[in-house]
């Protein structure tokens, strides 16, 4: 069943309020409950943004597979809605980083970028982010015309790994939950793999199945 325009409407509203309950918490935790960051609250408010970074990422390659797979075309209305969190979370992982780690040092951030890979990794993933963000309004989309606009936005696609490997690369210890998240990733893009093979096939098939004939002559 097709959900209405505006139970949709609703539905993202909630959305967008919920996606901002991460951030809430840790302004309500610095502000006022500072037990809530722990120990170290830099770090925690920085690997905090960085884990929603990931999420928003899988969540956004996840609503293709849903739509295909269950038929729930309507799940598109909220795929650039999450796409733009993960970019939001992105950035405040970055400020956390710059703001508390480096103390908006540029030379040292500069540094830490070419000497530490997993920085340089996360680095990368941010900077490609930016194209994404940039091209996400329905102006943009008829400014680069459809094909190209995908081609474009297939930059998730190596933007959710290097997001991935910077988490693994940064943990020193317990692998676990960079992990569960490449296994998630490994999930979502092979499924993409797979659904491209057999829409080739099927294409292939198709197509040679509808080339005429040769006739032949007579014996």
């Known amino acids: 069943m097709q959900p209405s325009a505006k139970q949709i409407s609703a539905a993202k509203f909630l959305v967008f309020v919920i996606a901002l309950v991460p951030l809430a918490k840790l302004a309500a935790g610095a502000l006022y409950f ?3 960051l722990g120990a170290n609250p830099a770090e925690f408010i920085t690997r905090t943004n960085g884990d929603w970074t990931l999420r928003f990422l899988l969540i956004t390659l996840t609503v293709t597979p849903l739509r295909k797979l269950l038929g729930w075309n309507w799940l598109l209305r909220f795929r650039r809605m999450f796409g733009l969190f993960a970019f939001f979370y992105a950035v405040m992982h970055l400020s956390g980083y ?3 780690d480096q103390l908006f040092d540029v030379m040292e951030i500069i540094k830490d970028i070419v000497k530490r890979p997993f920085i340089t990794v996360g680095f ?3 900077v490609l982010t930016l194209p994404l963000a ?5 102006g943009m989309v008829r400014y680069l015309g459809a094909k190209r606009w995908l081609k474009l936005h297939r930059l998730v696609y190596l933007i959710a790994p290097l997001g991935v490997l910077h ?4 943990v020193k210890r317990d692998i676990t939950e960079p992990a569960i998240y490449a296994l998630i990733l490994t999930a979502l893009l092979g499924y993409r793999i797979v659904a491209t093979i057999k829409e ?4 292939g098939q198709l197509s040679e199945r509808d080339q005429p004939r040769p006739i032949r002559a007579p014996s």
């Open 134 to 138: 940039i091209t996400s309004t329905n």
């Open 167 to 170: 988490f693994w690369w940064m």
């Open 98 to 100: 710059v703001a508390f």
């Open 200 to 203: 080739r096939r099927g294409s």
């Open 34 to 36: 500072p037990d809530w």
């Open 124 to 126: 990368i993933a941010l």
